[in-house]
């Protein structure tokens, strides 16, 4: 008795919770819209920057988007090829970072911000290894590999030794050697090595995809970060004699000493540089960060502390440097870096098959899966060398048609896994059939299983499913709109200039906004900005903004010119806010845009001729032919909104 009440509770506990999920907001013809979709849609885009609506102002707004999305779908808009494709194109582009194991990756990405932090300098001698190698071929390169090893331990020079044996480009030359680069560029292996290690420890032979490596480290040290400076090149030509080199010294030094007596950087980069393309710009070179600049050049710009000092002539192989320190930034935040971590890892095929190896262990454990590969050997017996040529094929026969694995509801035989091996064979040097026969099998689990895992993901991961439906009713939004609206006001000419004659008074004087709009993308860019009050910054002079703040941030210049309404969501904010009395002054922050702007003026002018006007014209004219649709759409798709819901959501938000 006890067991069945307490199963009845549960069961209408799991139901309320269920309703509360799914409690229908509104609905829009025979459709239903949850309280949570709405949230989702409403916390994301209802910024303060774009003038922050409360819940029952922006359901307006989102009844609107949404009987544009129900029409197309009614018009089957979602069902054309081109709309499918580019739909299921992002699908898996975004599934691939929910497959992965989470845990796994944030370590991997920590480990990675970590080791941006530092700076190696270090010998390497590598040993190719064709990817197509056999175990022969490798055993013979490790052998190698080894006796290598062994010569520097027993004494010999690295960068002798390195010289004479490593197949890395440059090798004969440099011996090896690299310049102070970020750890976290590295191949993982060589990571891990140099984080563990001493200055002088000689490395172990290391096995990666594309050969063995040996490493010595020679040092480390901080990362500087981010480094901006210029220069004024005196430039030496290849193999310069003795002569030619103290000449092109003494023009360096000459340079040099105008600069002591007061004579202006820029200029003379502009006039003496031989660098040319940076001369224009007075001698200013794109950022760069440690292991990108020749060794005595990053040497020389590192010991320079202040913005605007400058070095002795410093000698490089192509000729002599005067070096000007423009700004020195630390590495970023976690976050302002994330972008750049998540690449390297990509792209790095070691952790690549970490994060592959984690996600099929999880997909596995998730569905259950069963092998039942060892219960039937008659498809490795089919295999032959003919595999390694790209030649394979098979006979179907009835044993194949039997289960080789199995997970959650779906099954896939012996067949499927031959078809599979038929699709991705390749020409490369043979290895053990039986090997080979292992590793494509757990390359067709994989397969399997993030196939099923993508299937489920926009009904098992919410974040997800909210995603694709937005990016998808975006799609939609879009597809309509240019159809019975853009094209349409663009197009029919006649109805155009009918609408500009019956619509003068809209084409009176306008305002327009005289500006410079500076982007911005690091969080700590924000922050800078937000030292200074309100006040302070709206009657910052044009200067000071470049000295203080476009100068010490990624401040970039967007755009500059003279934009009226409508031209850019900028100048439709810069308006609203001077209709609303809420200017302080020539200098405004839109923190949510990322954007710093700079106004000049702001002014009314006359009205124009329809040519003058005419996409003013067009986009006043989509905007009445939107107004129009919206009414038809209204009655055809009649709007009920759940009073009770609405009234909670107004709490709540």
Same mark, same amino acid.
């Given at each position: ?8 509770? &549960? ?75 580019? &739909? ?41 290894? @064709? ?126 000493? /105008?600069?002591?007596?007061? @004579? ?15 001369? /224009? ?87 259950? &899966? ?22 394979? @094929? ?62 489920? &993901? ?71 900005? @937000? ?123």
């Amino acid at each position: 008795m006890k067991k069945t009440v307490l199963l009845s509770v &549960l069961i209408i506990a799991f139901a309320s919770v269920f309703a509360q999920r799914n409690n229908t907001l509104l609905t829009i013809g025979d459709k239903k819209i949850s309280d949570d979709e709405f949230k989702y849609i409403y916390l994301k885009n209802n910024t303060k920057e774009l003038g922050k609506k409360t819940p029952e102002e922006y359901l307006d707004l989102f009844v609107n988007f949404k009987l544009f999305v129900t029409e197309a779908e009614h018009l089957k808009m979602d069902t054309a090829k081109q709309f499918i494709n580019e &739909l299921q194109g992002y699908k898996d582009q975004l599934a691939d970072p929910f497959l992965t194991q989470a845990v796994t990756y944030e370590k991997l990405l920590n480990e990675a911000y970590l080791n941006s932090k530092t700076d190696v300098k270090f010998n390497l001698i590598f040993i190719k290894v @064709d990817n197509r190698a056999d175990e022969k071929q490798k055993a013979v390169a490790r052998a190698k590999v080894e006796k290598i090893r062994s010569r520097i331990i027993a004494g010999e020079d690295f960068k002798k030794v390195a010289r004479e044996t490593s197949d890395q480009r440059g090798a004969a030359q440099n011996g090896g050697e690299y310049p102070f680069v970020q750890l976290s560029i590295l191949p993982y292996s060589l990571q891990k090595f140099f984080k563990k290690s001493g200055t002088g420890t000689l490395s172990s032979a290391m096995e990666t995809q594309q050969g063995y490596y040996i490493a010595e480290l020679v040092g480390k040290r901080p990362n500087p970060g981010n480094i901006t400076a210029a220069h004024i090149m005196v430039g030496l030509p290849p193999n310069a004699n003795e002569e030619v080199t103290k000449q092109k010294k003494q023009k360096a030094d000459s340079i040099w000493k /105008r600069l002591e007596a007061g @004579d202006n950087y820029e200029e003379l980069a502009k006039k003496h540089s031989d660098d040319k393309n940076s001369g /224009r710009t007075g001698g200013q070179l794109a950022p760069f960060t440690s292991g990108k600049m020749v060794t005595p050049f990053e040497d020389a710009v590192l010991k320079l502390n202040t913005p605007g000092e400058y070095s002795k002539p410093v000698k490089t192989r192509f000729g002599f440097h005067i070096i000007k320190l423009i700004k020195k930034e630390p590495i970023g935040s976690f976050e302002d870096e994330k972008i750049n971590l998540k690449r390297n890892i990509t792209r790095d095929p070691e952790r690549n098959k970490i994060l592959r190896e984690e996600t099929v262990r999880k997909l596995k454990n998730k569905y259950n &899966l069963v092998s039942y590969k060892n219960k039937s050997n008659v498809l490795l017996k089919m295999l032959d060398s003919s595999i390694y040529k790209a030649k394979w @094929d098979y006979t179907p026969t009835s044993e194949l048609s039997k289960t080789i694995i199995k997970y959650k509801d779906r099954k896939a035989s012996f067949k499927d896994f031959a078809d599979f091996l038929k699709t991705n064979q390749r020409r490369q040097q043979p290895v053990n059939l039986s090997k080979y026969y292992d590793e494509q099998f757990e390359k067709f689990i994989y397969q399997n299983l993030t196939e099923y895992e993508k299937e489920r &993901l926009e009904e098992d991961n919410e974040t997800y499913s909210n995603i694709i439906r937005e990016y998808k009713d975006g799609m939609l939004l879009f597809e309509y709109k240019k159809k019975y609206i853009w094209n349409k006001a663009m197009e029919d000419s006649v109805a155009l200039e009918e609408f500009f004659n019956k619509n003068k008074k809209l084409f009176g004087s306008k305002e327009i906004v005289e500006m410079k709009i500076y982007k911005y993308q690091k969080d700590k860019t924000a922050r800078k900005i @937000d030292r200074y009050s309100e006040k302070e910054l709206a009657n910052m002079s044009a200067n000071k903004i470049k000295r203080k703040l476009v100068k010490k941030t990624d401040l970039t210049l967007s755009e500059t010119g003279v934009f009226s309404r409508g031209d850019n969501a900028t100048v439709d904010k810069i308006l609203e806010m001077k209709k609303q009395n809420k200017l302080m002054g020539d200098v405004v922050h839109l923190k949510n845009a990322k954007e710093l702007v700079v106004i000049n003026k702001i002014k009314s002018v006359a009205p124009k001729s329809f040519k003058e006007i005419k996409g003013l014209v067009i986009s006043e004219y989509q905007n009445e032919l939107e107004k129009k649709q919206l009414e038809i759409l209204r009655k055809k798709y009649p709007v009920k909104v759940n009073e009770g819901i609405l009234k909670r959501l107004k709490f709540e938000l």
